[in-house]
């Protein structure tokens, strides 16, 4: 299945490749490919500043910043940033409720207003930034060496590069490198389980229970 990842770097080619300015003996074959670029570059020509094919793709260790057309990668890197901080923080959320119920106020400090009421809400926006300030330092520095790495061969998994390797080399990445990697390109694979179902589910066997019509679609579309 194509996933997302995939699709800056294939649009690069495209374009490169219908943007050749080679001579053709049939002027027919040299409007076409003229029209085709056109199109792409109408549908897909801001597909780099889309934050999900962005992320993904800069994630994607076969294609990092060589699937991108452009050189200027400053505003992707700031979106891969911020959405792992987005991601580092939703993955802590259950932690700090946690913590919540066994954190004790240190009264002894007052806060800047005077208000030892404000004290502990005041210290966990302050931890908060704090380790924000920390993640968001520790994330750029594996940024930079994620993609300093050589790139892996195309047909090489990086799902499972990411499971083996990339999980412990780039721990603050990862959950946010798994999160886009595994989204599909387009929504055919979903239309064909879609499809699957309704030639499963049929007014002969409308006896089946959810869990077994489940199990049927599910070895239906994998096997």
Not at 44 to 50: S, Y
């Amino acid at each position: 299945m194509t996933t997302c990842s995939k699709v800056i770097p294939i649009i690069k080619i495209l374009r490169n490749f219908y943007s050749n300015s080679e001579n053709y003996a049939d002027g027919r074959i040299a409007s076409f490919k003229k029209n085709i670029h056109f199109s792409l570059m109408k549908r897909f020509g801001d597909c780099e500043a889309k934050k999900t094919y962005a992320i993904a793709t800069m994630l994607d260790p076969r294609f990092k910043a060589l699937g991108f057309h452009s050189q200027k990668l400053i505003d992707v890197d700031k979106m891969v940033i911020n959405e792992a901080l987005e991601v580092e923080s939703l993955h802590s959320k259950e932690a700090i409720d946690e913590n919540d119920e066994t954190e004790t106020m240190d009264m002894t400090t007052p806060t800047p207003k005077g208000s030892k009421l404000w004290a502990m809400f005041d210290s966990k926006v302050s931890k908060q930034q704090k380790n924000r300030n920390s993640n968001k330092s520790e994330m750029e520095l594996e940024l930079k060496k994620f993609k300093a790495l050589p790139n892996l061969p195309r047909s090489d998994d990086p799902l499972k590069w990411w499971e083996l390797s990339g999980k412990t080399l780039f721990p603050k990445l990862y959950n946010t490198a798994i999160k886009y990697l595994i989204i599909p390109a387009t929504s055919v694979p979903a239309e064909r389980v879609f499809s699957k179902a309704g030639s499963v589910l049929t007014k002969k066997r409308n006896r089946l229970g959810p869990n077994t019509a489940n199990m049927i679609i599910t070895l239906n579309s994998n096997m």
